[in-house]
């Protein structure tokens, strides 16, 4: 169920896959899901293995539960940001993308042993939508330690003395050099962050993680940019990009603005 109370519903790949693969034995299931290419005929959806994982909780020994999470886990960390490169013979550790690394594994286990002894419905998204699930978790990480890293307050007033936080004021900051010509000032600020909030989702995602120094295409294989982030092409990126700028413009009945 999502924050609006509305059921996840499974597509009719996954239930179809999951009524097939229930009449396999366990030993099967495990071996088809040790198969990592996604494009094999053999592979099996991360959706239907959430599915199988939740199913353990009725056995009397977690031998079964455990092979299953290990496989999880490994599907969970092939998401995740590479924090290895190579340089020559030495391989190099990027600190900042092994904590985000960290973090969203941390994250996926908790909310799976929490439901293995209670029902946590934050993992039903999982089982429904993983690859979705996994990446909006990579940006909330991705934002997470970048705000601890760069900004010193949170997106509010920090004492309702009316100075913005730190955040905010490289938000506007960011969206200055975006030249938006307007006055710099309180309200203006307030309304550019409800304008983004008012974007359609794929579009705040964009317009966010601009906003956090992420860039939208880069050729450095080893690099997050936007369009690895939300697998979709540099085209893509821009389109939503460009449509968000002309929302926020008409919401702050600008005229001209130009793109970031």
């Not at 034995?25 to 099996?44: C, L, Q, T, V, W």
């Not at 994982?53 to 290990?70: G, V």
């Not at 490994?74 to 985000?100: H, W, Y």
Request: net charge negative.
């Amino acid at each position: 169920m999502n924050d609006n109370g509305v059921l996840y519903t499974r597509s009719a790949l996954i239930t179809d896959f999951i009524e097939k693969a229930s009449k396999w034995s366990f030993d099967e299931i495990i071996e088809f899901a040790k198969n990592k290419d996604n494009r094999s005929p053999g592979y099996i959806p991360s959706e239907v293995l959430i599915y199988f994982l939740r199913q353990t909780k009725t056995d009397n020994s977690d031998d079964r539960f455990l092979d299953l999470f290990n496989i999880v886990q490994e599907r969970v960390r092939g998401a995740c940001p590479r924090a290895f490169s190579k340089l020559g013979d030495k391989e190099l550790e990027d600190t900042r993308l092994a904590e985000i690394r960290d973090l969203i594994l941390d994250h996926v286990t908790e909310l799976i042993f929490t439901d293995r002894s209670q029902y946590n419905d934050k993992l039903d998204y999982y089982e429904v939508r993983f690859n979705r699930a996994v990446k909006m978790l990579r940006i909330d990480k991705f934002r997470s330690v970048r705000r601890r890293e760069e900004f010193k307050e949170p997106l509010e007033y920090s004492d309702g003395s009316g100075e913005f936080s730190a955040e905010v004021e490289e938000a506007v900051e960011k969206l200055k050099s975006a030249r938006w010509s307007k006055e710099e000032d309180l309200t203006y600020r307030i309304n550019v962050r409800r304008a983004i909030n008012a974007l359609p989702d794929n579009e705040r995602e964009v317009i966010d993680m601009l906003l956090a120094d992420i860039p939208i295409e880069t050729k450095n294989e080893e690099e997050t940019s936007i369009s690895k982030l939300l697998n979709c092409s540099e085209k893509t990126v821009r389109n939503r990009r460009d449509r968000a700028i002309e929302k926020i413009r008409t919401a702050l009945n600008e005229e001209n603005v130009d793109g970031l």
